[in-house]
Nanobody, 124 residues
Framework: QVQLVESGGGLVQAGGSLRLSCAASGLTLSRFAMGWFRQAPGKEREFVAGINRYDSSTYYLDSVKGRFTISRDNAKNTVYLQMNSLRPEDTGVYYC?????????????????WGQGTQVTVST
């Protein structure tokens, strides 16, 4: 059974940091392009960050560039999202997703597996 399990969300003040983790079971993350998406109340799910399958090139939503870092630890079968200098507009449910595509895709429909999400709330 394939599972992606996110953790690390929580409540943080503006300017603070959180590190999200996405642990996989039933699949080998090194064989997938990985993405982090988020969804705020009343808004569509949006791409936040992604990492390619083979060369680990990374891609980011413009508003998080320089603040967020996506990485993978293949030995632990885990992908991370380090989030620094958090802003209230970063609030939402964060999802990790795995795509069989070689390169990162920024659209949700390109992803084959999804986690259940973890809530991130940034207060002023």
């Amino acid at each position: 059974q394939v599972q992606l399990v996110e953790s690390g969300g929580g409540l943080v003040q503006a300017g603070g940091s959180l590190r999200l983790s996405c642990a996989a079971s039933g699949l080998t993350l090194s064989r997938f392009a990985m993405g982090w998406f988020r969804q705020a109340p009343g808004k569509e799910r949006e791409f936040v960050a992604g990492i390619n399958r083979y060369d680990s090139s990374t891609y980011y939503l413009d508003s998080v560039k320089g603040r967020f870092t996506i990485s993978r630890d293949n030995a632990k079968n885990t992908v991370y999202l380090q989030m620094n200098s958090l802003r209230p507009e970063d609030t939402g449910v964060y999802y990790c997703a795995a795509s069989l595509a070689i390169a990162v895709r920024t659209t949700a429909h390109a992803y084959d597996y999804w986690g259940q999400g973890t809530q991130v709330t940034v207060s002023t």
